[in-house]
């Protein structure tokens, strides 16, 4: 639970941040400083989000597992809870209904990234 926690909350944080990244515009820059201080968690990111969205909607009762079994631990269950959040939204856009074998193999993080971002564009103006 510890080692899903940490790769697939980790990816949670990342969607979550580089996605606020982007509607912000603040991409470029975020990228910059990623690439020069996180580079090695810059490339883990680049392997493993592409693959994530098809895979969303098993994630989401996993983190909130994590955060139950943290909670009776006298940790908090939110940061998992909300890494829960994070997968339920995935899941429901068009890259997350895509299935592991339909998915766009061409498809990189910042496909991923903008695919995501698109969505929260969409879903604020349908509102």
């Not at 994530?52 to 998992?80: C, H, N, Q």
Request: with cysteine; hydrophobic share 40%.
């Amino acid at each position: 639970m510890c080692y899903g926690a940490l790769t697939k909350g980790l990816q949670a944080l990342a969607t979550e941040l580089l996605v606020a990244a982007r509607l912000a515009g603040i991409e470029e820059t975020l990228r910059a400083e990623q690439t020069e201080t996180m580079g090695e968690v810059l490339g883990w990111l680049e392997g493993n989000m592409p693959i994530m969205p098809p895979k969303a909607y098993r994630w989401v009762g996993e983190m909130e597992e994590i955060g139950s079994f943290f909670g009776s631990l006298g940790m908090t269950p939110d940061i998992l809870n909300g890494a829960a959040d994070v997968y339920r939204f995935v899941a429901e856009t068009p890259i997350g209904k895509e299935s592991p074998e339909t998915r766009d193999p061409n498809r990189k993080l910042d496909g991923v990234i903008a695919a995501l971002a698109e969505a929260i564009s969409d879903r604020k103006h349908s509102s």
